[in-house]
């Protein structure tokens, strides 16, 4: 049974996500918080996303090449999870418990965040970090949701899928989610991510717009890996964003103890 021989990848899914929505949280205080004095030393919210882009892109490398991503794979998504189910590189049954664990652990990330922020994460510029469509409107925040959703997959899927470039790939989304957030977050708040944007309406009791980030993140995603399939020079990546001789990928079936490597089939 999945549950019994892959819960270690489950179990360390479940705490890339958390730990990336403590970084979150503690970096929109730091930047936004109204007392904060960082907020009053750069006034301009332009160069307070662009550090907050450094900040969460430095986040997701440092995650993905930690020993927590490197066992699960660091997917933090389930958009990214179903675009590789689409893509046959991740059976149903692990997609489902990924999926699980990426809503738990952003739900339990967001607790611990509250836990050590206390009143801070509450306060009308932080508030619980949430998602929502900007002063453009829904629909933009969906086109918003759903061209970053897309490219994003779509470079990483390409970096991923040659032997040159794959070991960039965690370079790559980091570079991905700093310009996202600079950028797009003034259109939607840059999800796209379900699990990311779902702990954050809970503890804030927000939840107005929430099927945004529910549907456009994983359609995008899925059409993106539609689109690579057809159109792919080489076969598709391992479902791995990062890959070590020293793990087992439940993925490609690489073991360790084997004499193979973890290669895209």
Known sequence: MKLTSHWREYLAEAAAIGLFMVSASLFTTVLEHERSPLRAIVPDPF?????M???MGLTAAAIIYSPIGVRSGAHMNPSV?????RLGKVARADAIFY???QFSGGVLGMLVARGVLGELLAEPAVEFITTRPGEAGRLAAVLGEIAISFVTMSVL???AAHPRTMRWTGVAAA???MANITFEAP???MSMNPARSLGPALLAGRFDGLWIYFLAP???MIAAADVFRRTRARPAPCAKLHHSDAVRCIFCGYEPRAKDVCITT
């Open 175 to 177: 570079l991905l989610v």
């Open 187 to 189: 259109l939607s708040g």
């Open 99 to 101: 999926i699980v664990a």
């Open 218 to 220: 994983p359609l995008a």
């Open 157 to 159: 899927l390409r970096v």
């Open 53 to 55: 882009g450094l900040a």
């Open 81 to 85: 999870t179903l675009a590789f189910v």
């Open 47 to 51: 160069t307070r996303r662009a550090l």
